[in-house]
């Protein structure tokens, strides 16, 4: 069994309410298609706006695809997926609002030499930068994210090299 697969089959999905209106039953399908573990054995792109998230809130399943989001990136996923993840994760950890995005930030922080090393290893710009946006969210250690911004510049996004991408961002492109 894949870590993603065991950290699917952890979650109460039958427990959780979708934003859809459902148990969350058919989100586990989802991300097996997002990981290419579906019964099509490769990567699919799934939405998951109006089931996890909206750009105004996230629903209960958010802190459990989090966590499925995180064994991705652990797991030996197709670099598509990778990229989608991650952008999955962003999602979770940028949200406002409720308890939700504060909860999947903890858990993101959790994983955070995941993001370090999908920034470092620099096997796709776009995954870079969408780990470099999830870190100036989730890394409370100003200094070593600033620190990596300088080794990675050359790869990363304009708006990371920058610091527009910064939630703490003070106009100077210093944090």
């Known amino acids: 069994m894949r870590l993603i697969e ?5 979650q109460d999905w039958k427990g959780m309410l979708c934003g859809c209106g459902n148990t969350a039953e058919h989100l586990a ?9 579906g019964p099509e054995q ?11 998230w909206s750009p105004a809130a996230l629903w209960e399943p958010a802190p459990a695809v989090t966590s499925v989001a995180l064994a991705a990136l652990a797991d030996d996923v197709a670099p598509t997926s990778r990229g989608w993840f991650l952008e999955l994760l962003h999602c979770m950890v940028a949200g406002e609002g409720t308890e939700l995005p504060e909860h999947c930030r903890a858990l993101a922080t959790q994983g955070i030499w995941l993001l370090y090393e999908e920034v470092m290893s620099n096997r796709s710009p776009g995954a870079a930068g969408d780990a470099f946006e999830i870190l100036t969210v989730v890394e409370p250690d100003r200094a070593r994210l600033q620190r990596v911004r300088e080794i990675a510049a050359a790869w990363l996004p304009v708006c990371c090299r920058t610091g527009l991408c910064d939630d703490d961002f003070d106009g100077s492109g210093l944090v």
């Open 6 to 10: 065991m950290e699917i089959a952890r």
């Open 29 to 37: 399908e989802y991300l097996l298609q997002l990981a290419g573990h």
């Open 42 to 52: 490769r990567p699919i792109h799934v939405s998951f706006e109006g089931h996890v």
